[in-house]
Protein backbone atom coordinates (compact mmCIF):
# COMPACT_ATOMS: atom_id res chain seq x y z
CA UNK A 1 0.00 0.00 0.00
CA UNK A 2 1.12 3.80 -0.73
CA UNK A 3 1.50 4.97 2.35
CA UNK A 4 -0.82 8.26 3.14
CA UNK A 5 1.36 11.03 5.73
CA UNK A 6 -1.63 12.94 5.10
CA UNK A 7 -3.95 15.00 3.28
CA UNK A 8 -2.87 18.59 2.51
CA UNK A 9 -2.84 21.09 -0.37
CA UNK A 10 0.42 20.92 -2.43
CA UNK A 11 0.37 25.24 -2.02
CA UNK A 12 0.94 24.99 1.41
CA UNK A 13 4.46 23.89 0.52
CA UNK A 14 4.69 27.53 -0.95
CA UNK A 15 4.45 29.43 2.26
CA UNK A 16 6.02 26.90 4.35
CA UNK A 17 9.29 27.10 2.23
CA UNK A 18 9.26 30.44 1.76
CA UNK A 19 8.76 31.04 5.50
CA UNK A 20 11.75 28.95 6.22
CA UNK A 21 14.30 30.21 3.60
CA UNK A 22 13.31 33.97 4.46
CA UNK A 23 16.16 34.77 6.78
CA UNK A 24 18.92 32.85 4.37
CA UNK A 25 17.73 34.84 0.78
CA UNK A 26 17.99 38.89 2.39
CA UNK A 27 16.97 39.45 -1.20
CA UNK A 28 13.59 37.48 -1.54
CA UNK A 29 10.28 39.35 -2.11
CA UNK A 30 6.71 37.66 -2.37
CA UNK A 31 4.40 38.88 -4.97
CA UNK A 32 0.85 38.49 -4.87
CA UNK A 33 -2.73 39.77 -6.73
CA UNK A 34 -5.16 39.67 -3.87
CA UNK A 35 -4.49 35.66 -3.60
CA UNK A 36 -1.85 35.35 -0.55
CA UNK A 37 -3.86 33.54 1.48
CA UNK A 38 -5.23 31.50 -1.01
CA UNK A 39 -1.57 30.53 -2.35
CA UNK A 40 -0.22 30.01 0.77
CA UNK A 41 2.02 33.20 1.32
CA UNK A 42 -0.15 35.22 4.15
CA UNK A 43 1.86 33.91 7.02
CA UNK A 44 5.31 35.03 5.02
CA UNK A 45 3.14 38.22 4.22
CA UNK A 46 2.34 39.01 7.74
CA UNK A 47 6.39 38.31 9.12
CA UNK A 48 7.78 39.85 6.25
CA UNK A 49 5.61 42.93 5.66
CA UNK A 50 8.48 44.76 3.78
CA UNK A 51 9.07 41.72 1.38
CA UNK A 52 5.94 41.39 0.15
CA UNK A 53 3.93 42.98 -2.10
CA UNK A 54 0.16 42.98 -2.86
CA UNK A 55 -0.47 44.28 -6.46
CA UNK A 56 -4.05 43.48 -6.30
CA UNK A 57 -6.08 42.11 -9.15
CA UNK A 58 -3.07 43.22 -11.46
CA UNK A 59 -1.55 39.87 -12.74
CA UNK A 60 0.12 41.26 -15.90
CA UNK A 61 1.62 44.08 -13.43
CA UNK A 62 2.62 41.59 -11.16
CA UNK A 63 4.55 40.34 -13.13
CA UNK A 64 6.76 43.04 -15.01
CA UNK A 65 7.30 44.18 -11.02
CA UNK A 66 8.97 40.77 -10.01
CA UNK A 67 11.19 41.57 -13.42
CA UNK A 68 11.94 45.10 -12.63
CA UNK A 69 12.95 44.03 -9.14
CA UNK A 70 14.71 40.94 -10.37
CA UNK A 71 17.28 43.10 -13.08
CA UNK A 72 17.93 45.15 -9.90
CA UNK A 73 19.15 42.26 -7.73
CA UNK A 74 16.30 41.06 -5.72
CA UNK A 75 14.82 37.72 -5.57
CA UNK A 76 11.20 37.70 -6.52
CA UNK A 77 8.72 35.01 -6.08
CA UNK A 78 5.22 35.95 -7.60
CA UNK A 79 1.80 33.75 -7.03
CA UNK A 80 -1.46 33.51 -7.60
CA UNK A 81 -3.76 30.99 -9.30
CA UNK A 82 -2.08 29.47 -12.06
CA UNK A 83 -5.31 30.49 -14.38
CA UNK A 84 -4.40 33.77 -14.36
CA UNK A 85 -0.58 33.54 -14.11
CA UNK A 86 0.79 31.16 -16.52
CA UNK A 87 -2.88 31.67 -18.32
CA UNK A 88 -3.26 35.13 -18.23
CA UNK A 89 0.11 36.90 -17.99
CA UNK A 90 1.51 34.15 -21.02
CA UNK A 91 3.01 37.36 -23.05
CA UNK A 92 4.19 39.22 -19.92
CA UNK A 93 6.42 35.81 -19.28
CA UNK A 94 7.68 35.35 -22.16
CA UNK A 95 8.46 39.29 -23.55
CA UNK A 96 9.76 40.50 -19.63
CA UNK A 97 10.70 36.99 -18.20
CA UNK A 98 12.23 34.87 -20.01
CA UNK A 99 13.46 37.18 -22.91
CA UNK A 100 15.41 39.18 -20.33
CA UNK A 101 17.02 36.17 -19.19
CA UNK A 102 15.15 37.55 -15.41
CA UNK A 103 14.99 35.47 -12.40
CA UNK A 104 11.70 35.40 -11.44
CA UNK A 105 9.82 31.93 -9.77
CA UNK A 106 6.38 31.87 -11.08
CA UNK A 107 3.94 29.59 -8.73
CA UNK A 108 0.93 28.87 -10.12
CA UNK A 109 -1.43 27.51 -7.63
CA UNK A 110 -4.42 26.16 -7.57
CA UNK A 111 -4.27 24.02 -11.43
CA UNK A 112 -5.59 21.78 -13.08
CA UNK A 113 -9.08 19.49 -12.35
CA UNK A 114 -8.68 19.47 -8.74
CA UNK A 115 -9.24 23.18 -8.10
CA UNK A 116 -12.81 21.48 -8.46
CA UNK A 117 -16.17 23.49 -7.49
CA UNK A 118 -14.87 26.70 -9.19
CA UNK A 119 -14.96 24.83 -12.65
CA UNK A 120 -13.88 25.45 -15.73
CA UNK A 121 -13.05 29.03 -15.71
CA UNK A 122 -10.33 28.38 -12.81
CA UNK A 123 -9.09 24.99 -13.74
CA UNK A 124 -6.26 25.20 -15.82
CA UNK A 125 -5.22 22.65 -17.76
CA UNK A 126 -2.52 24.19 -20.33
CA UNK A 127 -0.24 25.80 -18.41
CA UNK A 128 2.38 23.12 -18.42
CA UNK A 129 2.13 23.14 -21.68
CA UNK A 130 2.06 26.81 -22.36
CA UNK A 131 5.17 27.44 -19.76
CA UNK A 132 7.18 24.56 -21.34
CA UNK A 133 7.34 26.07 -24.95
CA UNK A 134 9.04 29.06 -23.33
CA UNK A 135 12.95 29.45 -23.90
CA UNK A 136 15.11 30.27 -20.55
CA UNK A 137 11.59 28.65 -18.38
CA UNK A 138 11.75 25.48 -15.72
CA UNK A 139 8.76 23.65 -15.30
CA UNK A 140 8.23 22.00 -12.06
CA UNK A 141 4.81 20.04 -10.98
CA UNK A 142 5.56 18.87 -7.05
CA UNK A 143 3.40 16.06 -7.06
CA UNK A 144 2.30 16.58 -2.81
CA UNK A 145 3.02 19.49 -0.05
CA UNK A 146 6.33 18.25 0.73
CA UNK A 147 7.36 17.75 -2.45
CA UNK A 148 6.14 21.55 -3.54
CA UNK A 149 8.35 22.73 -0.36
CA UNK A 150 11.44 21.27 -1.23
CA UNK A 151 11.13 22.45 -5.27
CA UNK A 152 10.15 25.94 -4.01
CA UNK A 153 13.53 25.92 -1.70
CA UNK A 154 15.59 24.20 -4.75
CA UNK A 155 14.18 26.93 -6.88
CA UNK A 156 15.65 30.09 -5.25
CA UNK A 157 19.14 27.99 -5.25
CA UNK A 158 18.68 28.01 -9.41
CA UNK A 159 19.18 31.04 -11.46
CA UNK A 160 16.53 31.51 -14.16
CA UNK A 161 12.92 31.28 -14.49
CA UNK A 162 10.71 28.62 -13.37
CA UNK A 163 7.46 27.95 -13.36
CA UNK A 164 6.20 25.62 -10.31
CA UNK A 165 2.63 24.37 -10.94
CA UNK A 166 0.44 23.32 -7.21
CA UNK A 167 -2.78 22.43 -6.40
CA UNK A 168 -5.31 23.74 -4.41
CA UNK A 169 -7.23 20.51 -3.19
CA UNK A 170 -6.07 18.66 0.14
CA UNK A 171 -4.56 15.68 -1.11
CA UNK A 172 -2.46 12.74 -0.20
CA UNK A 173 1.03 13.27 1.17
CA UNK A 174 3.32 10.72 0.49
CA UNK A 175 6.54 11.59 0.07
CA UNK A 176 8.90 12.25 2.80
CA UNK A 177 10.22 15.38 3.85
CA UNK A 178 13.58 14.08 3.75
CA UNK A 179 13.83 12.93 0.18
CA UNK A 180 16.41 14.05 -2.36
CA UNK A 181 15.00 15.95 -5.18
CA UNK A 182 17.30 17.35 -7.55
CA UNK A 183 15.47 19.72 -10.76
CA UNK A 184 15.68 17.90 -13.65
CA UNK A 185 16.24 14.50 -12.58
CA UNK A 186 13.15 12.06 -12.54
CA UNK A 187 12.54 9.81 -9.19
CA UNK A 188 12.21 6.01 -9.78
CA UNK A 189 9.12 4.87 -7.46
CA UNK A 190 9.26 1.63 -8.43
CA UNK A 191 10.64 -0.97 -10.20
CA UNK A 192 9.14 -3.20 -13.37
CA UNK A 193 9.51 -4.08 -16.72
CA UNK A 194 5.60 -4.53 -18.06
CA UNK A 195 4.79 -1.02 -18.68
CA UNK A 196 6.50 2.49 -17.67
CA UNK A 197 3.84 5.43 -15.88
CA UNK A 198 5.83 8.32 -16.23
CA UNK A 199 3.60 11.30 -14.45
CA UNK A 200 3.63 14.13 -12.73
CA UNK A 201 1.59 16.54 -9.91
CA UNK A 202 -1.38 14.66 -8.34
CA UNK A 203 -1.12 12.09 -10.87
CA UNK A 204 1.98 10.73 -9.52
CA UNK A 205 -0.29 9.08 -6.64
CA UNK A 206 -2.94 7.89 -8.59
CA UNK A 207 0.08 6.50 -10.75
CA UNK A 208 1.56 3.91 -7.61
CA UNK A 209 -2.43 2.91 -6.80
CA UNK A 210 -2.18 1.72 -10.14
CA UNK A 211 0.89 0.08 -10.43
CA UNK A 212 -0.13 -1.76 -6.90
CA UNK A 213 -3.51 -2.83 -8.53
CA UNK A 214 -1.63 -3.82 -11.68
CA UNK A 215 0.83 -6.00 -9.32
CA UNK A 216 -2.03 -8.30 -8.01
CA UNK A 217 -3.03 -9.00 -11.44
CA UNK A 218 0.51 -9.89 -12.29
CA UNK A 219 1.34 -6.95 -14.39
CA UNK A 220 4.60 -5.61 -13.01
CA UNK A 221 4.84 -1.36 -13.65
CA UNK A 222 8.28 0.74 -13.58
CA UNK A 223 6.74 4.16 -12.47
CA UNK A 224 8.84 7.36 -12.14
CA UNK A 225 7.96 10.53 -10.95
CA UNK A 226 8.85 13.34 -13.72
CA UNK A 227 8.85 16.18 -11.52
CA UNK A 228 10.70 18.61 -14.00
CA UNK A 229 8.90 18.75 -17.24
CA UNK A 230 11.20 20.97 -18.28
CA UNK A 231 14.55 20.24 -18.52
CA UNK A 232 13.06 17.33 -18.91
CA UNK A 233 14.93 13.85 -17.44
CA UNK A 234 15.71 12.26 -20.91
CA UNK A 235 17.52 9.27 -19.40
CA UNK A 236 15.11 8.44 -16.79
CA UNK A 237 13.04 7.97 -20.02
CA UNK A 238 15.10 6.02 -22.32
CA UNK A 239 16.03 3.41 -19.81
CA UNK A 240 12.18 3.14 -19.21
CA UNK A 241 11.40 2.58 -22.51
CA UNK A 242 14.22 0.09 -22.98
CA UNK A 243 13.13 -2.04 -19.84
CA UNK A 244 9.14 -1.58 -20.47
CA UNK A 245 8.98 -1.34 -24.25
CA UNK A 246 5.86 0.39 -23.85
CA UNK A 247 4.98 3.70 -21.64
CA UNK A 248 1.57 5.92 -20.03
CA UNK A 249 2.14 9.42 -18.94
CA UNK A 250 -0.43 10.53 -16.63
CA UNK A 251 -1.36 14.52 -15.95
CA UNK A 252 -3.49 16.35 -14.70
CA UNK A 253 -3.35 18.38 -17.99
CA UNK A 254 -4.50 18.26 -21.73
CA UNK A 255 -2.83 15.66 -23.17
CA UNK A 256 -1.75 18.33 -25.69
CA UNK A 257 1.39 19.72 -25.33
CA UNK A 258 2.21 19.05 -21.39
CA UNK A 259 3.86 15.68 -20.03
CA UNK A 260 2.88 13.14 -22.33
CA UNK A 261 3.93 15.55 -25.28
CA UNK A 262 7.37 16.13 -23.12
CA UNK A 263 8.14 12.40 -23.05
CA UNK A 264 6.74 11.51 -26.60
CA UNK A 265 9.17 13.95 -27.87
CA UNK A 266 11.88 12.05 -26.22
CA UNK A 267 10.89 8.93 -26.90
CA UNK A 268 10.50 9.10 -30.35
CA UNK A 269 13.63 10.36 -31.21
CA UNK A 270 15.84 7.84 -28.80
CA UNK A 271 13.97 4.46 -28.34
CA UNK A 272 10.12 4.54 -30.30
CA UNK A 273 8.07 2.29 -28.01
CA UNK A 274 4.09 2.51 -27.90
CA UNK A 275 2.52 5.12 -25.81
CA UNK A 276 -0.56 5.96 -24.20
CA UNK A 277 -1.32 9.32 -22.46
CA UNK A 278 -3.53 9.47 -19.42
CA UNK A 279 -4.88 13.44 -18.91
CA UNK A 280 -7.79 15.39 -20.32
CA UNK A 281 -8.72 14.77 -23.93
CA UNK A 282 -9.20 18.01 -25.47
CA UNK A 283 -12.15 19.61 -23.01
CA UNK A 284 -12.81 21.87 -20.56
CA UNK A 285 -13.96 20.88 -16.76
CA UNK A 286 -16.72 21.39 -14.88
CA UNK A 287 -18.27 21.75 -11.01
CA UNK A 288 -17.74 19.19 -8.77
CA UNK A 289 -15.64 17.70 -5.80
CA UNK A 290 -12.19 16.58 -6.59
CA UNK A 291 -12.17 13.37 -6.46
CA UNK A 292 -15.50 13.21 -8.65
CA UNK A 293 -14.08 15.33 -11.31
CA UNK A 294 -10.87 13.04 -12.03
CA UNK A 295 -13.42 10.37 -11.81
CA UNK A 296 -15.17 11.78 -14.38
CA UNK A 297 -12.74 12.83 -16.70
CA UNK A 298 -10.47 9.34 -16.73
CA UNK A 299 -7.92 10.83 -13.98
CA UNK A 300 -8.36 8.22 -11.12
CA UNK A 301 -6.06 4.74 -10.66
CA UNK A 302 -8.68 3.07 -12.15
CA UNK A 303 -8.08 4.53 -15.98
CA UNK A 304 -4.50 4.45 -15.53
CA UNK A 305 -4.97 0.54 -15.23
CA UNK A 306 -7.10 0.62 -17.95
CA UNK A 307 -4.63 2.46 -20.23
CA UNK A 308 -1.74 0.25 -18.94
CA UNK A 309 -3.35 -3.10 -20.37
CA UNK A 310 -4.39 -1.33 -23.59
CA UNK A 311 -0.59 -0.24 -24.61
CA UNK A 312 0.87 -3.77 -23.65
CA UNK A 313 -1.17 -5.20 -26.19
CA UNK A 314 0.91 -2.91 -28.80
CA UNK A 315 4.34 -3.94 -27.38
CA UNK B 1 21.88 81.17 -18.83
CA UNK B 2 24.32 81.91 -21.00
CA UNK B 3 26.71 78.67 -20.38
CA UNK B 4 23.32 76.95 -20.52
CA UNK B 5 22.14 78.07 -23.73
CA UNK B 6 25.41 77.17 -25.41
CA UNK B 7 24.97 73.66 -23.77
CA UNK B 8 21.63 73.43 -25.47
CA UNK B 9 22.59 74.58 -28.45
CA UNK B 10 25.41 71.70 -28.74
CA UNK B 11 22.49 69.43 -27.88
CA UNK B 12 20.94 70.75 -30.86
CA UNK B 13 23.15 70.35 -33.00
CA UNK B 14 23.56 66.63 -31.99
CA UNK B 15 20.08 66.21 -31.87
CA UNK B 16 20.80 66.81 -36.05
CA UNK B 17 23.56 64.35 -36.43
CA UNK B 18 21.38 62.12 -34.68
CA UNK B 19 18.51 62.06 -36.68
CA UNK B 20 20.90 61.61 -39.70
CA UNK B 21 22.15 58.82 -38.43
CA UNK B 22 18.93 57.25 -37.55
CA UNK B 23 17.46 57.57 -40.96
CA UNK B 24 21.14 56.21 -42.44
CA UNK B 25 20.70 53.32 -40.60
CA UNK B 26 17.28 52.44 -40.88
CA UNK B 27 17.91 52.85 -44.72
CA UNK B 28 21.26 50.43 -44.73
CA UNK B 29 18.84 47.56 -42.61
CA UNK B 30 15.76 48.37 -44.85
CA UNK B 31 12.95 48.35 -41.90
CA UNK B 32 12.57 50.30 -39.06
CA UNK B 33 10.06 53.00 -37.54
CA UNK B 34 11.90 56.12 -38.41
CA UNK B 35 8.42 58.38 -37.05
CA UNK B 36 8.44 57.35 -33.72
CA UNK B 37 12.59 57.22 -33.73
CA UNK B 38 12.93 61.07 -35.02
CA UNK B 39 10.02 61.94 -31.89
CA UNK B 40 12.05 61.10 -29.25
CA UNK B 41 15.39 62.09 -29.80
CA UNK B 42 15.58 65.23 -27.57
CA UNK B 43 13.71 63.51 -24.93
CA UNK B 44 16.56 60.82 -25.20
CA UNK B 45 19.07 63.26 -25.42
CA UNK B 46 18.56 65.77 -22.56
CA UNK B 47 18.24 62.59 -20.53
CA UNK B 48 21.48 60.76 -21.45
CA UNK B 49 23.55 64.21 -21.63
CA UNK B 50 21.76 66.28 -19.04
CA UNK B 51 20.25 63.83 -16.33
CA UNK B 52 20.53 60.37 -16.21
CA UNK B 53 23.21 58.74 -13.54
CA UNK B 54 25.26 56.63 -16.16
CA UNK B 55 28.78 55.60 -16.79
CA UNK B 56 29.21 54.05 -20.40
CA UNK B 57 32.55 52.76 -19.30
CA UNK B 58 31.06 50.76 -16.92
CA UNK B 59 27.57 50.01 -17.96
CA UNK B 60 26.98 47.82 -15.56
CA UNK B 61 27.89 49.41 -12.66
CA UNK B 62 25.56 49.13 -9.71
CA UNK B 63 24.93 52.73 -9.03
CA UNK B 64 23.55 53.77 -12.37
CA UNK B 65 20.09 55.07 -12.87
CA UNK B 66 17.68 52.74 -15.09
CA UNK B 67 16.22 53.35 -18.24
CA UNK B 68 13.35 51.44 -19.65
CA UNK B 69 12.21 52.38 -23.60
CA UNK B 70 8.96 50.81 -23.16
CA UNK B 71 8.62 52.00 -26.84
CA UNK B 72 10.89 49.24 -28.10
CA UNK B 73 10.28 50.42 -31.96
CA UNK B 74 12.22 53.53 -31.33
CA UNK B 75 15.36 52.14 -30.18
CA UNK B 76 17.30 53.30 -33.70
CA UNK B 77 17.12 56.45 -31.86
CA UNK B 78 18.72 54.81 -28.45
CA UNK B 79 21.53 52.71 -30.44
CA UNK B 80 22.30 56.02 -31.90
CA UNK B 81 22.82 58.29 -28.91
CA UNK B 82 24.60 55.24 -26.98
CA UNK B 83 26.96 54.53 -29.99
CA UNK B 84 27.99 58.32 -29.15
CA UNK B 85 28.10 57.88 -25.64
CA UNK B 86 30.83 54.78 -25.87
CA UNK B 87 28.28 51.77 -24.74
CA UNK B 88 29.26 50.24 -28.12
CA UNK B 89 31.34 50.07 -31.14
CA UNK B 90 29.54 53.35 -33.97
CA UNK B 91 30.49 50.63 -36.56
CA UNK B 92 27.60 48.24 -34.89
CA UNK B 93 25.17 50.87 -35.54
CA UNK B 94 25.47 49.79 -39.16
CA UNK B 95 24.44 46.10 -38.37
CA UNK B 96 20.91 46.55 -36.96
CA UNK B 97 18.50 44.11 -37.56
CA UNK B 98 20.95 42.10 -38.89
CA UNK B 99 21.68 38.29 -38.52
CA UNK B 100 24.35 38.56 -35.66
CA UNK B 101 23.65 41.51 -34.09
CA UNK B 102 23.50 43.14 -30.92
CA UNK B 103 21.52 45.91 -32.23
CA UNK B 104 17.57 43.70 -32.65
CA UNK B 105 14.99 45.44 -34.05
CA UNK B 106 13.80 45.69 -31.27
CA UNK B 107 15.39 46.29 -28.10
CA UNK B 108 16.89 43.07 -26.24
CA UNK B 109 18.90 43.28 -23.13
CA UNK B 110 20.72 39.89 -24.16
CA UNK B 111 21.89 39.08 -27.18
CA UNK B 112 20.98 34.86 -27.76
CA UNK B 113 21.63 34.23 -31.39
CA UNK B 114 25.45 33.34 -30.19
CA UNK B 115 27.15 30.06 -28.68
CA UNK B 116 27.00 32.35 -25.38
CA UNK B 117 24.59 34.70 -23.88
CA UNK B 118 25.66 38.59 -23.99
CA UNK B 119 24.64 41.43 -22.18
CA UNK B 120 23.93 44.31 -24.52
CA UNK B 121 26.04 47.43 -22.75
CA UNK B 122 22.75 50.09 -22.39
CA UNK B 123 19.98 47.97 -22.93
CA UNK B 124 18.45 47.71 -19.73
CA UNK B 125 15.22 45.64 -20.97
CA UNK B 126 14.18 43.72 -23.51
CA UNK B 127 11.45 45.88 -24.77
CA UNK B 128 9.22 45.75 -28.16
CA UNK B 129 5.76 44.17 -26.80
CA UNK B 130 4.14 47.81 -25.94
CA UNK B 131 2.53 48.07 -22.92
CA UNK B 132 5.24 45.75 -20.47
CA UNK B 133 7.68 48.89 -19.87
CA UNK B 134 6.37 50.41 -17.24
CA UNK B 135 5.64 47.79 -15.09
CA UNK B 136 9.23 46.68 -15.12
CA UNK B 137 10.26 50.40 -14.47
CA UNK B 138 8.11 50.33 -11.56
CA UNK B 139 9.31 46.78 -10.25
CA UNK B 140 13.30 48.42 -10.66
CA UNK B 141 12.04 51.60 -8.92
CA UNK B 142 10.22 49.52 -6.42
CA UNK B 143 13.71 47.67 -5.60
CA UNK B 144 15.62 50.36 -4.98
CA UNK B 145 13.54 51.83 -2.79
CA UNK B 146 12.96 48.45 -0.54
CA UNK B 147 16.98 48.66 -0.42
CA UNK B 148 16.76 52.52 0.18
CA UNK B 149 19.46 52.87 -3.08
CA UNK B 150 19.65 56.47 -4.11
CA UNK B 151 19.13 55.07 -8.48
CA UNK B 152 16.22 56.44 -10.67
CA UNK B 153 14.60 54.58 -13.18
CA UNK B 154 13.16 56.35 -16.21
CA UNK B 155 10.28 54.82 -18.39
CA UNK B 156 9.85 56.47 -22.13
CA UNK B 157 6.56 55.08 -23.27
CA UNK B 158 4.70 55.99 -26.29
CA UNK B 159 1.14 57.43 -26.38
CA UNK B 160 -0.35 55.02 -28.62
CA UNK B 161 0.63 51.96 -25.45
CA UNK B 162 -1.44 53.93 -22.95
CA UNK B 163 -4.11 51.92 -25.25
CA UNK B 164 -2.82 49.14 -23.35
CA UNK B 165 -4.09 48.21 -19.81
CA UNK B 166 -1.27 46.98 -18.54
CA UNK B 167 0.01 49.96 -18.65
CA UNK B 168 -2.65 51.92 -16.32
CA UNK B 169 -2.07 48.76 -13.56
CA UNK B 170 1.52 50.03 -13.97
CA UNK B 171 0.69 53.67 -13.27
CA UNK B 172 -2.25 53.12 -10.70
CA UNK B 173 0.16 51.25 -8.71
CA UNK B 174 3.02 53.68 -8.77
CA UNK B 175 0.84 56.14 -7.57
CA UNK B 176 -0.70 54.80 -5.13
CA UNK B 177 2.65 53.50 -3.98
CA UNK B 178 4.18 57.23 -4.34
CA UNK B 179 6.99 55.86 -6.11
CA UNK B 180 8.98 58.81 -6.56
CA UNK B 181 12.10 57.51 -7.45
CA UNK B 182 10.28 56.58 -10.83
CA UNK B 183 9.85 59.00 -14.06
CA UNK B 184 8.29 58.22 -17.42
CA UNK B 185 8.26 60.53 -20.25
CA UNK B 186 5.44 60.23 -22.78
CA UNK B 187 6.22 60.54 -26.35
CA UNK B 188 3.34 62.36 -27.16
CA UNK B 189 3.66 62.33 -30.70
CA UNK B 190 0.10 62.20 -31.11
CA UNK B 191 0.09 59.06 -33.86
CA UNK B 192 0.15 55.36 -33.87
CA UNK B 193 0.64 53.06 -36.81
CA UNK B 194 -2.90 53.07 -38.24
CA UNK B 195 -3.98 56.47 -37.85
CA UNK B 196 -4.04 59.96 -35.69
CA UNK B 197 -4.66 58.55 -31.61
CA UNK B 198 -7.32 60.59 -31.36
CA UNK B 199 -9.26 58.77 -34.82
CA UNK B 200 -8.66 55.43 -32.79
CA UNK B 201 -9.20 55.93 -29.29
CA UNK B 202 -7.89 59.28 -27.80
CA UNK B 203 -5.71 59.01 -24.95
CA UNK B 204 -7.32 62.85 -23.53
CA UNK B 205 -7.40 64.08 -21.09
CA UNK B 206 -4.38 62.54 -20.60
CA UNK B 207 -2.77 65.04 -17.82
CA UNK B 208 -5.81 64.44 -15.87
CA UNK B 209 -5.89 61.38 -15.88
CA UNK B 210 -2.48 61.13 -14.76
CA UNK B 211 -2.79 63.63 -11.66
CA UNK B 212 -6.27 61.89 -11.01
CA UNK B 213 -4.03 58.15 -10.15
CA UNK B 214 -1.82 60.37 -7.85
CA UNK B 215 1.05 61.43 -10.25
CA UNK B 216 3.22 64.81 -10.69
CA UNK B 217 2.62 66.18 -14.15
CA UNK B 218 4.60 68.37 -16.46
CA UNK B 219 4.07 68.96 -20.18
CA UNK B 220 6.44 70.23 -22.14
CA UNK B 221 7.91 70.86 -25.84
CA UNK B 222 9.10 67.54 -26.46
CA UNK B 223 11.35 69.31 -28.88
CA UNK B 224 12.72 71.92 -26.29
CA UNK B 225 15.79 70.79 -24.90
CA UNK B 226 15.78 73.85 -22.33
CA UNK B 227 11.84 72.57 -21.24
CA UNK B 228 12.81 68.93 -20.96
CA UNK B 229 15.51 69.94 -19.18
CA UNK B 230 13.33 72.45 -16.83
CA UNK B 231 11.18 69.59 -16.82
CA UNK B 232 13.48 66.49 -15.72
CA UNK B 233 15.20 69.32 -13.04
CA UNK B 234 12.11 69.67 -11.26
CA UNK B 235 11.36 65.64 -11.49
CA UNK B 236 14.10 64.65 -9.91
CA UNK B 237 13.61 66.65 -7.02
CA UNK B 238 10.13 67.00 -6.52
CA UNK B 239 9.26 64.10 -3.57
CA UNK B 240 6.37 61.41 -2.48
CA UNK B 241 4.86 60.79 -6.49
CA UNK B 242 5.98 59.26 -9.68
CA UNK B 243 6.88 61.54 -12.25
CA UNK B 244 5.26 61.82 -15.53
CA UNK B 245 6.66 64.89 -18.33
CA UNK B 246 3.87 64.51 -21.17
CA UNK B 247 6.26 65.77 -23.88
CA UNK B 248 4.46 66.89 -26.78
CA UNK B 249 6.18 66.12 -30.23
CA UNK B 250 5.98 65.20 -33.87
CA UNK B 251 5.93 62.15 -35.03
CA UNK B 252 8.50 61.78 -37.87
CA UNK B 253 10.22 65.63 -36.60
CA UNK B 254 12.70 67.07 -39.13
CA UNK B 255 11.85 65.73 -42.21
CA UNK B 256 9.14 67.43 -43.65
CA UNK B 257 7.64 64.39 -45.75
CA UNK B 258 7.73 62.35 -42.37
CA UNK B 259 6.07 65.01 -39.95
CA UNK B 260 2.98 64.04 -39.21
CA UNK B 261 2.60 61.20 -41.59
CA UNK B 262 1.37 58.02 -40.24
CA UNK B 263 2.64 55.90 -43.45
CA UNK B 264 6.43 56.70 -42.01
CA UNK B 265 5.66 55.01 -38.74
CA UNK B 266 7.63 51.71 -39.93
CA UNK B 267 9.19 51.63 -43.05
CA UNK B 268 12.75 52.73 -43.99
CA UNK B 269 13.24 55.50 -46.64
CA UNK B 270 14.27 54.82 -50.29
CA UNK B 271 17.97 55.71 -50.68
CA UNK B 272 16.37 58.66 -52.76
CA UNK B 273 14.29 59.93 -49.85
CA UNK B 274 16.92 59.73 -47.30
CA UNK B 275 19.38 61.86 -49.66
CA UNK B 276 16.33 64.37 -49.32
CA UNK B 277 15.85 63.98 -45.62
CA UNK B 278 19.00 64.43 -44.97
CA UNK B 279 19.36 67.62 -47.15
CA UNK B 280 16.47 68.58 -45.32
CA UNK B 281 18.36 68.28 -42.31
CA UNK B 282 21.87 69.38 -43.14
CA UNK B 283 19.61 72.60 -43.77
CA UNK B 284 18.37 73.40 -40.50
Not at chain 1, 110 to 133: F, Y
Not at chain 2, 245 to 270: C, L, Q, R, Y
Request: hydrophobic share 40%.
Amino acid sequence: MVTVLEYKPSREGLGEALLEIADQYPQLVAIGADTANSTSLGKFAKKYPERFVNVGIAEQNAVGIAVGLSLVGKLPVVSTYAMFLAGRCWEEIRQSVCYNYSNVKLVGTHAGLTVGPDGASHQILEDIALMRVLPNMSVIVPSDANEAKVAVKKSLEKVGAVYIRLSREKLPVFTSPEEDFVIGKAKLLREGSDCGIISCGVMVYESLVAAEILEKQGINCRVINMHTVKPIDTEAIINTAKKCKCIVTCEEHQVYGGLGSAVAEVVIKNYPVPQRFVGIKDKFGESGPAEGLMLKYGLKAQHIVETVKEVIKYK
Amino acid sequence: MEKENIRYSELERLCKEFRKTILKIITEAGSGHPGGSLSVVEILTTLYYLHLNHNPKNPFDDKRDRVVLSKGHSCPALYVILAELGYFDKQELHNLRKVNSILQGHPARVYNGGDEVKFVPGIEVSTGSLGYGLSVAVGMALGFKMDNKQNLVFAICSDGEHQEGSIWEAIMFAGFKQLDNLIEIVDYNKLQQESRIDDSVSLEPLKEKYISFNWQVYEVDGHKISELDTALADAKKYKGKPKVIIAHTVKGKGVSFMENNVDWHGKAPSKELLEQALKELEGK
